[in-house]
Antibody, heavy 123, light 106 residues
């Protein structure tokens, strides 16, 4: 069974940094791209970015609004994907989900989601 | 990139058919996916590649994508289908989500 467990969320002051983790199990982690999606209170889903598998270069892509402060990395030996956020702003308050991204007919499909971790940015 | 536009809300009676649309300038050039999100739960993929259902998703969920509009159709809607639904598509290497539609089963 595919499982994705996010951790690292909590209450953080504006301007600080945070690293979220997504620990995967139940599948060969290194074969898949991994994405991060967030949902602010009362808002819709917002894509943060994703990291390709090593077979596809392990490169990253980010939403235009996320470039610069958000960084995604992965450790295939530990089956963990990371999301680093620097210079946190109150508007970064959201539940952050990691998703497994499966290539189907040349496009990535978010076929499994974690339970999410809440990040609250407040002084 | 372009935007994906969904109606904020759709209402349907139990047993009837619900249709949720997603419009975008280039949507017809790519595949659309749909996600269901119930309160307190994580999103669940219900349709991918416009019309395919993942394993475990009931047959009453179907999808289509033509022109600039993708449509999620739920036939014989049940109370358990009440949720927020989001369409999603790729534009080059960027992911787009629609604003979400709250489906109410009255």
């Amino acid at each position: 069974e595919v499982q994705l467990v996010e951790s690292g969320g909590g209450l953080v002051q504006p301007g600080r940094s945070l690293r979220l983790s997504c620990t995967a199990s139940g599948f060969t982690f290194g074969d898949y791209a991994m994405s991060w999606v967030r949902q602010a209170p009362g808002k819709g889903l917002e894509w943060v970015g994703f990291i390709r598998s090593k077979a596809y270069g392990g490169t990253t892509e980010y939403a235009a609004s996320m470039k610069g402060r958000f960084s995604i990395s992965r450790d295939d030996s530990k089956s963990i994907a990371y999301l680093q956020i620097i210079s946190l702003k109150t508007e970064d308050t959201a539940v952050y989900y990691c998703t497994r991204s499966r290539i189907i007919s040349g496009t990535y499909v978010f076929d499994s989601w974690g339970q999410g971790t809440l990040v609250t940015v407040s002084s | 990139s372009y935007e994906l536009t969904q109606p904020p809300s759709v209402s349907v009676s139990p047993g009837q058919t619900a249709s949720i649309t997603c419009s975008g300038d280039k949507l017809g050039d790519t595949y659309a996916c749909w996600f269901q999100r119930k309160p307190g739960q994580s999103p669940v993929l219900v349709i991918y590649q416009d019309a395919k259902r993942p394993s475990g998703i009931p047959e009453r969920f179907s999808g289509s994508n033509s022109g600039n509009t993708a449509t999620l159709t739920i036939s014989g809607t049940q109370a358990m289908d009440e949720a927020d639904y989001y369409c999603q598509a790729w534009d080059s290497s960027t992911v787009l989500f629609g604003g979400g539609t709250k489906l109410t089963v009255l």
